[in-house]
């Protein structure tokens, strides 16, 4: 069984930062991708950001420059840096872990609002 537990969300203004983490454990593949789904309301869930356990990264247009993903795989954890944020970054982040088969977080609440 595979659990990710996911923090860092909150209440940010316009302009400011926040840090995501996702801890994973279990038992999965050394070798997995990790990231960040984000779901606003109304909306379907979309990409943010994955990272592989050799550290190649892939994000959103939306994102890109202002995002950053990395991971320690010591920790099985990954983090999502998020600096510039504004309105539309406000959503439900879920974290993820795809190792042939996915497994999802809870989910932590990102709201951008002054």
């Keep these: 069984q595979v659990q ?12 400011g930062s926040l840090r995501l983490s996702c801890a994973a454990s279990g038992t999965f593949y050394s070798y997995n991708v990790m990231g960040w789904y984000r779901q606003a ?3 379907q869930r ?9 550290g190649s ?3 959103a247009d939306s994102v890109k ?18 600096n510039s944020l504004n309105a539309e970054d ?6 993820f872990l795809n190792e042939n088969r996915v ?4 989910g932590t609440q990102v709201t951008v609002n002054s």
């Design 4 to 15: 990710l537990v996911e923090s860092g969300g909150g209440l940010v203004q316009p302009g």
């Design 41 to 43: 309301p109304g909306n």
């Design 46 to 54: 979309d990409l943010v950001a994955t990272i592989t356990t050799s």
């Design 57 to 59: 990264t892939n994000y």
């Design 65 to 82: 420059g202002r995002f950053t993903i990395s991971r320690d795989n010591a920790k099985n954890t990954v983090y999502l840096q998020m």
């Design 90 to 95: 406000t959503a439900v982040y879920y974290c």
């Design 103 to 106: 497994y999802w977080g809870q």
